[in-house]
């Protein structure tokens, strides 16, 4: 296991600590390799990681993947990663993930009020914050080339046949927890999307080599 920082918050962390890595298939391993890979490939030439993941509305589970993505690539000490989310189209980034994640030890603030709320999202005290906030795929605020496209839904995967500018495109699909929104379940169905999408993300960095 290569070494961990350790100024993750305390919540955060302890977070990270419980997850359980041995719960994920066969399968959806042979799912993340590809993404693994990638990494791993520009760990190896010590060149810049960039990381879109990419949904339909940009709301939910590209968030959520590139907020653990990010995270997790500092608890792993993995240099010079970049995560950014898009969409095929802008919506809003859905206040359940932001309660989602405030549970599970992030500090987050509202930075710019309106109809597409933008986020300061911190995982550490001394980094910068993610900037959260719904936004097209080829939004200025994301890169233009040399990154990976990882496609977190089946809609997104068929309406970007070709991602302009990714070096590679990636379909890591998630279940949408919005099918739980307005029920008694939504607060659980959130949590554990967002604990599946650590627990692999977690897998993904713990596998690489420096």
């Excluded at 709320?117 to 914050?129: D, G, L, T, V, W």
């Excluded at 839904?153 to 739980?180: H, L, Q, T, W």
């Excluded at 929104?181 to 993904?204: F, H």
Aim: charged fraction near 20%.
């Amino acid at each position: 296991m290569r070494s961990t920082k350790k100024n993750l918050f305390l919540k955060i962390e302890e977070f990270i600590e419980n997850l359980n890595p041995a719960t994920i298939t066969k399968e959806r391993k042979t799912v993340l390799q590809a993404l693994i890979d990638f990494i791993q490939s520009k760990v190896t030439n010590n060149q810049e990681i960039r990381i879109n993941f990419i949904c339909t509305h940009n709301s939910r589970r590209s968030h959520l993947s590139q907020i653990w993505a990010q995270t997790l690539a500092f608890h792993f000490n993995i240099n010079h990663v970049s995560c950014y989310s898009g969409g095929t189209e802008a919506t809003v980034l859905f206040p359940m993930v932001i309660e989602t994640l405030q549970n599970s030890g992030f500090e987050i603030k509202t930075i710019s009020e309106g109809n597409n709320p933008i986020y300061s999202i911190k995982f550490a005290e001394n980094e910068h914050p993610i900037i959260g906030f719904s936004k097209k795929l080829d939004d200025d605020f994301n890169p233009k080339s040399e990154f990976v496209a990882v496609l977190t839904c089946d809609s997104a995967n068929e309406a970007c046949p070709i991602v302009i500018g990714a070096e590679k495109r990636i379909p890591i699909m998630y279940e949408d927890p919005k099918a739980f929104d307005n029920t008694p379940q939504q607060a659980q169905k959130y949590q554990e999307r967002s604990l599946q999408i650590a627990t692999e993300l977690y897998y993904v960095f713990a596998q690489l080599n420096s």
